[in-house]
């Protein structure tokens, strides 16, 4: 019996996602044995302004139906921040429970760091993605006001901590990794990450073939920049996570090669590109879409192919190293000749 095609959402959303979403999905589809049935959900900042409509629950409700969401990126300067990202990205990593962020930090080509004499970089951060300062919890009183309060309020569960962290040993067992280290701010935040560091160091118990470590997060972030290579397996908070990796993609060549998953083990899943809308670039067909080509990647190993997924990383090293990419990267092709390389490579034509 055949196996049913993979129904894959794509919600190019704004900017230069709409254009990098495209050519990264021609490029799955050549990578890969699997049937992909593609739908387009128009998310984003024009249909908002023109209807006020966000996420209509019917479209929530559809993309149950999905094994996978293949997101641009949202944004737009007429749209307050904030109204997109919660209305739209948010509510889709917490009400499908895409409770882990992953995000693989590699160098492919070493003069693309701004590092002295890096080695080899080789990270994957495990950033749990549904609780934190992210959920809105909090308020303001006596608002523009020489009085005025603002909250916002940390949670974390006990439930949240333990399945990131089971989710990140679980991940470096499967592909033979060393080290798993803990970052968190536990000298600090003496409630919240407590519970880290117990969760943490009865979860690393069960595994006797991994090493443990913990760093405290601004410890962690002069590590990333003076000794990159003495991380492998990274877990932790839902802001430093965010926080730490955009910093990992600069010393990685940037947030034009910086690919995430959205991941619910046993639901709906989404991937993305790192990087923004970047309206001042957006329609000028020069946008780099090797992020989103390896979110494509991890799309793809998620689903269950890994030969394509592979397949893939193999197309993006040959461009990178062959400077067949856009210029901020040494080359000097647009976008859409970003993608027919990658395509050519897959065909066998070079």
């Known amino acids: 019996m055949p196996n049913k095609p993979k129904k894959i959402a794509l919600i190019p959303g704004d900017g230069i996602g709409k254009e990098v979403i495209p050519i990264a999905f021609e490029v799955v589809k050549k990578a890969t044995t699997l049937e992909l049935k593609a739908q387009n959900f128009a998310l984003g900042s024009e249909r908002y302004l023109q209807t006020g409509e966000l996420f209509p629950e019917a479209e929530k409700k559809a993309l149950q139906d999905f094994d996978a969401v293949f997101l641009g990126a949202l944004g737009d300067p007429r749209v307050k921040p904030g109204i997109l990202e919660r209305g739209i990205l948010l509510t889709l990593r917490f009400e499908f429970d895409q409770y882990a962020n992953l995000r693989p930090l590699k160098l492919y080509r070493k003069d693309l760091t701004p590092l002295k004499n890096a080695a080899a970089i080789d990270v994957m951060f495990f950033r749990e993605n549904t609780e934190d300062l992210y959920i809105g919890a909090g308020g303001v009183l006596k608002k523009g006001t020489a009085d005025e309060v603002a909250l916002q309020e940390l949670v974390q569960t006990r439930k949240g901590v333990e399945r990131i962290i089971r989710y990140a040993f679980e991940w470096a067992k499967s592909k033979g990794r060393q080290k798993v280290t803990l970052i968190d701010k536990c000298n600090v935040l003496t409630y919240a990450h407590d519970l880290w560091q117990r969760v943490f160091w009865e979860v690393a118990s069960e595994y006797s073939s991994l090493e443990k470590d913990h760093l405290l997060v601004d410890a ?131």
Do not use: Q
Request: hydrophobic share 45%; net charge negative; glycine share 12%.
């Open 220 to 350: 962690a972030a002069m590590k990333m920049v003076l000794a990159p290579e003495s991380l492998d397996v990274v877990v932790t908070t839902n802001m430093f996570g965010d926080i730490l990796t955009d910093l990992g993609a600069a010393i990685c060549g940037g947030l034009g090669l910086a690919a995430s998953g959205n991941i619910n083990p046993e639901g709906l899943s989404m991937f993305e590109p790192v990087h923004g809308s970047a309206p001042d670039i957006a329609g000028k067909n020069i946008a780099n879409p090797l992020a989103t080509v390896l979110a494509g990647a991890m799309m793809l190993e998620h689903l269950g192919d890994n030969r394509g997924a592979c397949k893939i990383e193999e197309a993006v090293v040959w461009v990178l190293e062959h400077k067949k990419v856009t210029p901020e990267l040494g080359g000097m092709l647009s976008s859409t000749e970003v993608g027919e390389a990658l395509l050519a490579y897959l065909e066998g034509k070079v």
